[in-house]
Every structure is written in structure tokens, then in C-alpha cells.
């Protein structure tokens, strides 16, 4: 039994011995990047790999010219392709990103998704982090496409990477801005949020008599409780700018020159406490025009927490 045992074992270790060792260590830009592929259809998964793999890349160091992506003749053929796939890698990473953002990003508000309203901020959330992101890489890739196109390399084109150079050209000339793209989605990602924001919203809404352009007087009367009756000076007390929205708690500090402006300007606040001429102050407000105007005070505001 134990010959019979030795001779299986053998047989298994003389062809497991006839196939070729195919293993490497990845340690440079190109061996990284050969490991970033697209499906036609991507999942959350796979864009994750991806970026993994580019970010590897991005903070690798470059392989010997002589194992280059491109064929590199000298220095000059050298430095440029350094420039160009760098900015290659960062695009990449701006689309990527793009991609991830998609997942999450809620292309409209529908009323039917109110029960899941939070889950679908959070989503919101997660989008507009992702989104903004990329912007960073858009950045660096802008850098390296501007080093890539001096004087010194107009007439210099590298084979192989081709498409490289048509990326840098677009990006240059302002037929490939990803900026305009991620800040187009942004904008449509904040309305969207608003628009959750307000569903089902049993608070006061705002009608600016200078956007009405018409109206109608109807026979049917309601009544209302006068223990439920809308008091507007305790609501006037808690708007800014006209901006409705949900009834918040906020607190931050204050270091300015007049805490009694702050009070004026908020009737709701209150003085939590002061230190060193720092006052910490509380107030009731609806809306977001209190957040507004509180980040347009500059350095005398700070901690600002909303809630």
C-alpha cells in the first residue's frame, strides 16, 4: 500500500514539474495596469478592482524603458511617455470613479420611494463623495497632460500609445472635460436630494408673491383648530431668506466683535456658553438659508453643527 502511495505521488509531482512556473511579482506601473480590464458589464466589484489596481499603479515606479508600453529610442522618447501614461492612469481613475458614482447616484426622486427616503440620501451621500473624488484625479491628469504637451514634444509621438496622445489632445483642446461632467451630475444630484428632502414635508411651504402669475379663489372652506392655528411670528422667528424647508437645531461658535448681531439676526438663539469672547449659541430655524448664511460670515463662525 505505501509503494502504491509513492508511485501516485511521483506520477502527480512528474507533470505538475512539466508545466512552466507563470508567476511573478507585481511591483511596476505596466504589470499593474495590465491587471485593469472592463466587462461589458461592470458591478460594484469589479469597478472596486479596478481601482484598486490604477491607484497601485499611480504609486509604483516605472519599469525599465526597455519593457515600456511604447518603444522608447532615448530620454526624450523616455520622459514623455512617463508624462503620458501618468496622465493616462489618472483619467482612468476619473472614470472609474464616474462609473462607482452610477451605482449610487439617484437620477430622480420618485414618490414612491419615499419609505426608503433615507436610504436613498445615503446613496446620495455616497455619490456625491465619489463624484467629487474624482475631480481630484481629473486634476493630476490636467497636470500631466500640460507636461506632456510643451514645445519640446510637438513633433514627438510614441507608437503603440497612440491613444495616449489622442486622450492629451482632447483633454487640451476641451473636447475630453470630465470637470464639466462631474460638476453637470452634482448640480442634478443636489436637486434630487431636495426633492426627497421635501416629500411628505408637513411644514410650511413658501409661495413668492413676485412668481405667482395667477390664482383662483375656490368655494371650499377648512377649518382648523385654533390649538393648531399656523402662528406666523413664531414661524418668522425660525426662516431665513425665505428658504423652507424642515424645522433644525443648530449650534456653532461665535468670535466676532457684536454677539448681540447674532441674536438679532437669529430670535431664537440662545447663549450655551462663552469663553475668551468665543460664545457658543444654539437657535431653531426652517430650512437650509440659516446654513447659507452662517458659512457667508467667514472666520467669526465656526463648529457649525446642523441637526
Same mark, same amino acid.
Given at each position: 500500500m505505501r509503494n502504491r502511495l509513492l508511485f501516485i505521488f511521483s506520477i502527480i509531482f512528474f507533470f505538475s514539474s512539466l508545466s512552466p512556473a507563470s508567476s511573478y511579482f507585481v511591483r511596476y506601473k505596466e504589470q499593474y495596469y495590465k491587471l485593469y480590464h472592463i466587462h461589458l458589464k461592470q458591478h460594484s466589484d469589479d469597478i472596486l478592482e479596478n481601482i484598486y489596481y490604477l491607484e497601485k499603479a499611480i504609486k509604483a515606479d516605472f519599469? *525599465?524603458?526597455?519593457?515600456?508600453?511604447?518603444?522608447?529610442?532615448?530620454?526624450k522618447d523616455w520622459e514623455k511617455y512617463r508624462y503620458l501614461f501618468l496622465m493616462h492612469l489618472n483619467l482612468k481613475m476619473v472614470e472609474q470613479h464616474l462609473r462607482l458614482a452610477? #451605482?449610487?447616484?439617484?437620477?430622480?426622486?420618485?414618490?414612491? *420611494?419615499?419609505?426608503?427616503? &433615507?436610504?436613498?440620501i445615503d446613496s446620495l451621500n455616497k455619490a456625491e463623495q465619489i463624484y467629487r473624488t474624482s475631480l481630484v484625479y481629473w486634476e493630476e491628469a490636467k497636470l500631466w497632460a500640460e507636461k506632456a504637451n510643451v514645445p519640446a514634444f510637438r513633433f514627438l509621438f510614441l507608437d503603440k500609445v497612440q491613444y495616449? &496622445?489622442?486622450?492629451?489632445?482632447?483633454?487640451?483642446?476641451g473636447r475630453l472635460n470630465y470637470e464639466k461632467t462631474v460638476n453637470r451630475n452634482l448640480r442634478r444630484l443636489e436637486k434630487v436630494r431636495e426633492k426627497f428632502d421635501i416629500f411628505n414635508d408637513s411644514y410650511p411651504t413658501i409661495y413668492r408673491i413676485d412668481r405667482i402669475k395667477d390664482y383662483q379663489v375656490i368655494p371650499e372652506k377648512?377649518?382648523?383648530p385654533y390649538?393648531? #392655528?399656523?402662528?406666523?411670528?413664531?414661524?418668522?422667528?425660525?426662516?431665513?431668506?425665505?428658504?423652507?424647508?424642515?424645522?433644525?437645531?443648530v449650534r456653532f461658535t461665535y468670535s466676532g466683535h457684536s454677539v448681540e448681531a447674532?441674536?438679532?439676526r437669529l430670535p431664537t438663539a440662545k447663549i450655551e456658553s462663552e469663553k475668551e469672547g468665543t460664545y457658543t449659541i444654539t437657535a431653531e430655524v426652517f430650512g437650509k438659508g440659516i446654513e447659507m448664511w452662517l458659512r457667508g460670515q467667514g472666520e467669526m463662525i465656526k463648529n457649525i453643527e446642523i441637526k
Open positions: 519599469c *525599465n524603458p526597455l519593457y515600456a508600453l511604447a518603444t522608447i529610442k532615448d530620454e452610477a #451605482r449610487y447616484d439617484k437620477k430622480e426622486a420618485f414618490f414612491y *420611494n419615499y419609505p426608503w427616503k &433615507e436610504q436613498n495616449w &496622445e489622442d486622450e492629451k489632445e482632447a483633454m487640451i483642446t377648512f377649518h382648523i390649538a393648531n #392655528r399656523f402662528e406666523e411670528g413664531e414661524f418668522r422667528k425660525r426662516i431665513q431668506f425665505m428658504y423652507g424647508g424642515k424645522l433644525q437645531r447674532i441674536l438679532d
